[in-house]
């Protein structure tokens, strides 16, 4: 399975965001917690010099909280303020007050020192179907972003006004023009920032089986109540016959089955995963 992006919107993106990285304080970054990793965009580090930093790992319910520690430790290991969050939660704004409080405690007393008062202006910044909207929607309690279970639902920017010491610029989700590795393309396409549309779902759903072998042994078997099998796609082809994906004639329906695969996953029903590891 092959990976590639040629979206010139995105290289547009950027350019947007080094013009409007010049009017924030801080730049908060949503990742998928599932894959902290192959969710971020490799020029945010770059971009985001001499700002101040959060990182919030988003859908952290569905992921390992193993590994979602180990991350935080990681990113904190690096100057950058990480929590984890899940952004359907409309309780999450006090958690990010004080992780904002914490990221720009250096610009907030020389604001006060000179007698600066102003809010503190961060963009928030993830590829497409981090949940950047749900979060913005949830942490203003209200709905002010457009929100959609689609990459790339925000089109525009916008200015956000969540409070008096805080003001949000949305930007469109931004990735990379390209996948050098196609473990990132796999791990993308595993939690679904990638149009299922364009992708071999049964391929997908072939090397989503190996991935679970190799680190969560016994879940696909327990989840879809199979016998399993040495052979990958003879345990697929035993999930079909589990979950009733038969076309005309009797025949499995493979690539209806892989789907179904693929969603359990996704939404955390086999357990929750952490696809990158650190």
């Known amino acids: 399975m092959e990976f590639q992006w040629y979206p010139g919107h995105m290289t547009k993106a950027i350019r947007q965001m080094q013009s409007d990285i010049k009017l ?26 001499g700002k101040a930093r959060l990182v919030l790992l988003n859908k952290a319910d569905l992921a390992d909280d193993k590994w979602t520690e180990k991350w935080i430790e990681h990113f904190e290991s690096q100057g950058i303020v990480a929590i ?88 469109p989700g931004i990735l990379w023009p390209k996948f050098e590795d196609r473990t990132i393309g796999l791990h993308l396409s595993f939690v679904g920032s990638i149009n299922d549309n364009i992708l071999n779902i049964d391929d997908l759903a072939f090397e989503l089986i190996k991935f679970m072998r190799e680190n969560y042994p016994g879940q696909i078997v327990e989840r879809f109540q199979i016998e399993g099998h040495e052979d990958i796609v003879e345990e697929m082809y035993q999930i079909a016959q589990k979950r009733g994906c038969v076309m005309s004639g009797g025949r499995l329906d493979l690539e209806k089955a892989s789907r179904i695969i693929m969603d359990e996953v996704r939404s955390g029903k086999i357990c929750p995963i952490t696809f990158d590891r650190i």
């Open 24 to 49: 924030i304080d801080l730049i908060i970054e949503l990742l998928d917690a599932r894959i902290p990793f192959s969710s971020r965009n490799p020029d945010i580090d770059k971009l985001g010099q």
């Open 84 to 171: 984890k969050i899940d952004s359907r939660n409309n309780k999450i704004s006090n958690l990010i007050n004080k992780a904002v409080e914490k990221a720009c405690a250096e610009k907030i007393a020389a604001n006060k020192k000179k007698g600066i008062n102003r809010p503190i202006r961060a963009m928030v910044v993830g590829i497409p179907n981090v949940g950047k909207s749900t979060f913005i929607n949830s942490y203003a309690k209200r709905s002010v972003a457009k929100t959609g279970n689609k990459p790339g639902v925000t089109k525009g920017k916008q200015w956000i006004k969540l409070n008096k010491n805080l003001e949000l610029l949305d930007t």
